[in-house]
């Protein structure tokens, strides 16, 4: 039988409506956005994380700062899923960060020593089918270079979780956009934490359609 992660667990709430985006700053948006299913019509991955979490290192002779969350991705479905995640950090100053961009591979080493989890995967191994059941879950985690700006408000963005899709035109070119359900963590970092040791906390989990 597959261990027990030690990660701090937060399981999947199914939510409320998405809200869509366009462009890099997520400053124009669809008026009347589809909703994610409240039951699943489709294939779904089931998710534990743990929190999100900073990281300073020197780069190259330099200090860099680096966001990330550790996770473990249960596929409890009828058949096999092809396992390929997409992460984003989006800031309330406007700041959109892909995830694992210019992050060197260093960080996820330092990461995984400190986690003491052998079976933690790195970003690229984590890819690919993903067997049914508790036994056949995954460990992986997620990093983000941190922001240039300062904020208090983080939403990630988590896709590859479920199979439900909608078609939409993008209100600008016309064309139409296939969107997926996407799972969104919004954290906030306390006034105090900011510039400190900030420790985002958990204010809501919910399902869009981007």
């Known amino acids: 039988m597959r261990r027990t992660s030690s990660l701090?667990?937060?399981g999947f709430a199914v939510a409320l409506a998405g809200v869509v985006a366009f462009g890099p700053t997520g400053s124009s948006s669809l008026r009347a956005a589809p909703e994610p299913s409240i039951v699943p019509v489709s294939w779904e991955l089931n998710m534990r994380h743990g929190p999100l979490e900073r990281l300073l290192m020197t780069i190259d002779g330099k200090p860099r700062a680096f966001w990330y969350m550790r996770y473990?991705?249960?596929n409890n479905s009828n058949h096999d899923v092809l396992f390929t995640p997409e992460f984003e950090l989006h800031t309330e100053t406007g700041e959109v960060v892909e995830g694992f961009k210019d992050v060197p591979k260093s960080v996820f080493e330092k990461i995984k020593s400190m986690s003491n989890d052998n079976m933690l995967l790195?970003?690229?191994d984590v890819?690919?089918?993903?067997?049914?059941?508790e036994d056949n879950a995954k460990d992986g985690v997620m990093i983000f270079n941190a922001p240039k700006l300062d904020a208090r408000n983080y939403s990630v963005f988590v896709s590859g979780l479920s199979g439900e899709t909608a078609e939409v035109k993008n209100p600008i070119t016309g064309q139409p956009v296939i969107?997926?359900?996407t799972l969104v963590l919004e954290y906030n970092v306390p006034g105090?934490?900011?510039g400190i040791d900030p420790r985002p906390e958990l204010k809501a989990t919910r399902w869009v359609m981007k």
């Open 8 to 10: 701090l667990l937060a």
């Open 72 to 74: 473990t991705v249960i």
């Open 122 to 124: 790195s970003p690229t």
């Open 127 to 133: 890819l690919g089918k993903l067997l049914q059941g």
């Open 179 to 181: 969107l997926q359900k």
């Open 192 to 194: 105090q934490a900011i």
